[in-house]
């Protein structure tokens, strides 16, 4: 079974940083370039950040470039965020999604997605 | 930045009735980056549709997609009890990758 989870959300202070992790299974990882999407309370889908299978391909949301950092290891199937300098507008529920092909910009769309991990800033 | 705006914000319909959704792009673009999502309340999206037109592994045939250029289409030919849900529309032909508000398809 294809499965993506999520961890490392939390509570955390304005300025501060945090770094969330995916851990996946059931596919061959360094197959899929990966992504992260956000959800801000009762709010709409936001693309945070992706990077393709091996990691020489990165975009990043105006919202989060310098700020944030996605980066994958192939050989632990994992795939991490590192967010600094966290904002109250960064709360949201963290999704760690699989795309469907290996680079960021070709046909196919993200199609397997974990059930989220949720950060909250606030002081 | 592409801005994607679908309508109706809410859709109510009965079940078994035709759902017919919109995506409007402020710009134009591929085809071939357009992707439909389902939401349910309290768990992750679910891709349905891809290229605008193709349908996702699993998806059954009353979800279709249509459109091209600025303007793209999700029909649901008859709404099932399960099909109730959020739905947003999604491009990634242009970087950011932005999402749709989404449309809420409830029971009337």
């Known amino acids: 079974e294809v499965q993506l989870v999520e961890s490392g959300g939390g509570l955390v202070q304005p300025g501060r940083s945090l770094r969330l992790s995916c851990a996946a299974s059931?596919?061959?990882?360094?197959?899929?370039?990966m992504h992260w999407v956000r959800q801000a309370p009762g709010k709409g889908l936001e693309w945070v950040s992706g990077?393709?299978?091996?990691?020489?391909?990165?975009g990043y949301a105006d919202s989060v470039k310098g700020r944030f950092t996605i980066s994958r290891d192939n050989a632990k199937n994992s795939l991490s965020l590192e967010m600094n300098s966290l904002r109250p507008e960064d709360t949201a529920l963290y999704y760690c999604v699989k795309d469907s092909t290996p680079q960021l910009w070709s046909i196919g769309g993200m199609d397997v997605w974990g059930q989220g991990t949720t950060v909250t800033v606030s002081s | 930045e592409i801005v994607l705006t679908q309508s109706p914000g809410t859709l109510s319909l009965s079940p078994g009735e035709r759902a017919t959704l919109s995506c409007r792009a402020s710009d134009s673009f591929s085809s071939s980056y357009l992707v439909w999502y389902q939401q349910k309340p309290g768990q992750a999206p679910r891709l349905l549709i891809y290229?605008?037109?193709r349908r996702a592994t699993g998806i059954p045939d009353r979800f279709s997609g249509s459109g091209s250029g600025t303007d793209f289409t999700l029909t649901i030919s008859r709404l099932e009890p399960e099909d109730f849900a959020t739905y947003y529309c999604h491009q990634y032909a242009y970087s950011p990758r932005t999402f749709g508000q989404g449309t809420k398809v409830e029971i009337k």
């Open positions: 059931g596919f061959t990882f360094d197959d899929y370039a």
């Open positions: 990077i393709n299978w091996k990691s020489d391909s990165i």
């Open positions: 290229a605008a037109s």
